[in-house]
T-cell receptor, first 115, second 115 residues
Framework: AQKITQTQPGMFVQEKEAVTLDCTYD???????LFWYKQPSSGEMIFLIY??????QNATEGRYSLNFQKARKSANLVISASQLGDSAMYFC????????????FGGGTRLMVKP | DADVTQTPRNRITKTGKRIMLECSQT?????MYWYRQDPGLGLRLIYY???????NKGEISDGYSVSRQAQAKFSLSLESAIPNQTALYFC??????????????FGQGTRLTVV
């Protein structure tokens, strides 16, 4: 079975600072993908970044980067230069070949950016 | 137009009523999902469909049914709504298994309140 754990229910960060949101995963599959989604207060789910298990480099998308540590089974999201608009819920998710590439979500982390 | 469209966006209904939530997509994806999100929590899978003839129960299917009318349409029904089905409901689509990236694309969500 696959499992995603986000241990930080809520976090504060000062505007313009960087912040790391933690995500650990558990799977016995060798081929899997890791995803981060953002959910602002308006409710929609916005895809942010993807990391494949065989990707040698950490994924980056603008101010978002994924700190992928395969041996530790962690896939932390790093947001650089936080902005007020980054205040939202953030969900880590995983898909594995053995589970038919269906997404399993963590419980989420609420990030609050302080001005 | 959005790639994944849910209707209605908001709905208030009475206990015992039947209600249908509709989802249509223009992504051309075979896979479609229905998720439920309760306040402050992650997403839980209700039903999923890998193609028009393949429909499967997720972790919380009791009290719900689905219909895949076409590749592009996937409807969720609450046969007899109850208050603890008050939640935010998401439809999502996903590309074909085996693709390098298998992120899900979400609709805008439907806020359902059962009174």
């Amino acid at each position: 079975a696959q499992k995603i754990t986000q241990t930080q229910p809520g976090m504060f960060v000062q505007e313009k600072e960087a912040v790391t949101l933690d995500c650990t995963y558990d799977t016995s599959d060798q081929s899997y993908g890791l995803f981060w989604y953002k959910q602002p207060s308006s409710g929609e789910m916005i895809f942010l970044i993807y990391q494949g298990s065989y990707d040698e480099q950490n994924a980056t998308e603008g101010r978002y980067s994924l700190n992928f540590q395969k041996a530790r089974k962690s896939a932390n999201l790093v947001i650089s230069a936080s902005q007020l608009g980054d205040s939202a819920m953030y969900f880590c998710a995983m898909s594995t070949n053995n589970a038919g590439n269906m997404l399993t979500f963590g419980g989420g982390t609420r990030l609050m950016v302080k001005p | 137009d959005a790639d994944v469209t849910q209707t209605p966006r908001n709905r208030i209904t009475k206990t015992g009523k039947r209600i249908m939530l509709e989802c249509s997509q223009t992504k051309g994806h075979d896979r479609m999902y229905w998720y439920r999100q309760d306040p402050g929590l992650g997403l839980r899978l209700i039903y999923y469909s890998f193609d028009v003839k393949d429909i499967n129960k997720g972790e919380i299917s009791d009290g719900y049914s689905v219909s895949r009318q076409a590749q592009a349409k996937f409807s969720l029904s609450l046969e007899s709504a109850i208050p603890n089905q008050t939640a935010l409901y998401f439809c999502a689509t996903q590309g074909v298994a085996g693709a390098k990236r298998t992120e899900a694309f979400f609709g805008q969500g439907t806020r359902l309140t059962v009174v």
